[in-house]
């Protein structure tokens, strides 16, 4: 079983960035394709980024495209959401996910994913 902990939310002002990170444990990190998902109150779990075990491929939710950059450091253990230009619309507690990389599913449903953190939130003032 992996463990996962994210953090680096906070409150920003619109067209601010920020930068979340998840640290990973128990086992490989690298034997794990990773996503990113957001909740924001009264809304569904939505997808926001995913990418694959090595980080040669990655995925976006339309509308984080161009603003949003995942990526991964193996030898650190750590999946990373670098996340510019914020909207209000962006404010949510997101979420890391991890499942094995050997699954063959998609990457842009809850379900595709075994392992889950707690969470960081995020909030963007206007």
């Known amino acids: 079983q992996v463990q996962l902990v994210e953090s680096g939310g906070g409150l920003v002002q619109a067209g601010g960035s920020l930068r979340l990170s998840c640290a990973a444990s128990?086992?490989?990190?690298?034997?794990?394709?990773m996503g990113w998902f957001r909740q924001a109150p009264g809304k569904e779990r939505e997808f926001v980024a995913a990418?694959?075990?090595?980080?040669?491929?990655?995925y976006y939710a339309t509308s984080v495209k161009g603003r949003f950059t995942i990526f991964r450091d193996n030898a650190k253990n750590t999946l990373y959401l670098q996340m510019n230009s914020l909207k209000p619309d962006d404010t949510a507690l997101y979420y890391c996910?991890?499942?094995?990389?050997?699954?063959?599913?998609?990457?842009?449903?809850?379900?595709?994913?075994?392992?889950w953190g707690q969470g960081t939130q995020v909030t963007v003032s206007s």
């Open positions: 996910a991890a499942r094995p990389t050997y699954y063959s599913g998609s990457y842009y449903y809850r379900s595709d994913y075994d392992y």
């Open positions: 128990g086992r490989t990190f690298s034997n794990y394709d």
């Open positions: 990418i694959n075990w090595i980080g040669s491929s990655t």
